[in-house]
Nanobody, 127 residues
Framework: VQLQASGGGLVQAGGSLRLSCAAS????????MGWFRQAPGKEREFVSA????????YYADSVKDRFTISRDNAKNTTYLQMNSLKPEDTAVYYC?????????????????????WGQGTLVTVSS
């Protein structure tokens, strides 16, 4: 599967953005999807993930109650709605995919578990 992330941009603190991750290839509905981010000078970190059927969602504590992950399997797309953005949310955001009937929390949060990655989209939050 190939992934294309989009929707990044410049926004003021308190604002919102919606990131999209469009997947090409077959069987998108069998992939668990994740979002990660990497700020300048920092390691890549987990943001959110959603299971292949959309039943299970996972969030980093830093984004819980502000970000919402969703997916539309008919459109082969995963979304990350980001509200109440903070300057510390500034980063390149990457989407990732991995097949698996069952996903554990540990797997969902581990970048090493995901096989496929998109190119990243830059989110800049100004204070």
């Amino acid at each position: 599967v190939q992934l294309q992330a989009s929707g990044g941009g410049l926004v003021q603190a308190g604002g919102s953005l919606r990131l999209s991750c469009a997947a090409s290839g077959r069987a998108f509905s069998t992939y668990n999807m994740g979002w990660f981010r990497q700020a300048p000078g920092k390691e890549r970190e987990f943001v959110s993930a959603i299971s292949w059927g959309g039943d299970n969602k996972y969030y980093a504590d830093s984004v819980k109650d502000r970000f919402t992950i969703s997916r539309d399997n008919a459109k082969n797309t995963t979304y990350l709605q980001m509200n109440s953005l903070k300057p510390e949310d500034t980063a390149v955001y990457y989407c990732a995919a991995q097949q698996g009937l069952r996903i554990t929390t540990v797997q969902a949060m581990a970048s090493a578990w995901y096989r496929y990655w998109g190119q990243g989209t830059l989110v800049t939050v100004s204070s």
